[in-house]
């Protein structure tokens, strides 16, 4: 085996949490071809127990331990420099040392940069056959957060959009190769990095379809003759808490006005404020934390993702899917999933929509859109055959 190095801005475990899905199901492809040497984040105190784990997939590794509330001081001196605030928000003189160090000791030809602020790390190695995955184009995802925001946090997101695009598309020009998470991903960033858009490319998430199961042994989470709707995700993360704030206000009223016994569950790590005042509304459940996400998709009636601002592949609608639940989708939380509305999933734009399709569901009690979303995910969202594109990517001369 030949030597890899591996950087991630987030330690890559547990496996179906979040951003973490991607980046730990690609470490597990990797160690099975190379000896990889992983240098990585822990940004919460609750990962440093997956620390053996991710170690024991690693023939060397490097965990740095990164305070949210300090790196998120820190880079703003970013916005005095013309820098890009997530680079500053990841620099750490100890991970440049201990990278430093392994490329030396270990001789490593080959380096695979998972996300764009982790490549600082490896700008110093232009001879390298050097590729990274950006997965989301997340210039554009500041972009859009500018629009959203009134100043003063709009004037600071349009410096990242700015500032974080410049860097990439350095990167795309300077590395073999750049992926993403889809397809259209990858088309917008060559409309925007058009010099570079010979080397771009992207393989699609996959989905761990035994854990995600239709057929789980679990009981419902849910009280006798109550319907659900669910969401799912982390509920500290911007997106998420735009998207239940504008269902819970705009959509859920109406569908309880029509389905007197439906309930909402907001289920996710880490609620921020303004997603726990949402409990204070009739039928309306936060859950914090659960030990398994799973049960609340399985047995609810329907699930939602109407997301309003979304980069790259929404894996909650993914793994809803792969459980053979009913999804009604927004157009954005739907980008980059090869599925068909009214077959697969519903598709809703606009709180009309969105109370039409999930009454429609309620209603019916259409049983067929389940088992072809699973089946869906079976044959079009698995990790080793979607994988396959990163070593032939590695190994280009």
Request: aromatic share 10%.
């Amino acid at each position: 085996m030949e030597d890899l190095l591996l950087l991630i801005h987030r330690i890559p475990y547990p496996p179906n949490k979040g951003d973490k899905i991607r980046s730990y199901h690609l470490l597990k492809h990797l160690a099975q071809s190379y000896r990889v040497h992983l240098a990585t984040f822990v940004d919460d105190p609750d990962d440093w127990q997956h620390v053996p784990r991710v170690e024991a997939l690693c023939a060397s590794s490097h965990f740095a331990k990164l305070n949210p509330l300090w790196a998120r001081v820190r880079s703003l001196g970013a916005l005095f420099g013309n820098r890009s605030l997530s680079l500053d928000y990841y620099r750490d003189a100890s991970t440049k040392a201990w990278v430093d160090q392994a490329v030396k000791q270990h001789n490593i030809a080959r380096v695979l940069v998972f996300s764009s602020a982790m490549a600082q790390y490896a700008d110093a190695y232009p001879g390298m056959r050097r590729v990274v995955d950006f997965c989301d184009v997340d210039s554009d995802k500041w972009r859009q957060y500018a629009e959203q925001k009134a100043w003063p946090m709009n004037m600071l997101y349009r410096h990242e959009a700015r500032q974080l695009l410049a860097y990439e598309r350095k990167v795309a020009r300077e590395y073999d190769a750049s992926l993403f998470v889809s397809q259209p991903e990858a088309d917008l960033f060559r409309q925007l990095a058009p010099e570079s858009a010979s080397r771009i490319g992207h393989f699609n998430n996959g989905v761990d379809t035994d854990y995600f199961s239709p057929t789980p042994a679990s009981s419902s989470p849910y009280p006798a003759g109550q319907q659900a709707v669910v969401f799912t995700g982390a509920m500290d993360y911007w997106p998420n808490v735009d998207a239940v704030q504008w269902f819970a206000n705009d959509v859920f009223p109406q569908l309880r006005a029509r389905f007197p016994n439906l309930h909402f569950y907001i289920v996710g790590a880490r609620p921020s404020a303004p997603v726990t005042a949402l409990a204070q509304l009739p039928g309306v459940t936060v859950t914090g934390t659960v030990p398994d996400v799973r049960p609340y998709i399985l047995h609810a009636d329907v699930a939602v993702a109407p997301l309003r601002i979304a980069r790259g592949i929404q894996n909650k609608v993914l793994e809803a899917m792969a459980m053979a639940s009913r999804i009604v989708v927004s157009p954005q939380a739907l980008e980059g999933i090869d599925a068909t509305p009214g077959a697969e999933l519903m598709l809703a734009d606009g709180a009309p929509e969105f109370v039409a399709a999930v009454s429609q569901l309620l209603e019916t009690r259409n049983h067929t859109i389940g088992p072809a979303a699973r089946r869906r995910v079976e044959t079009q969202y698995r990790w080793p055959s979607n994988l396959a594109c990163i070593g032939e990517q590695l190994e280009c001369s």
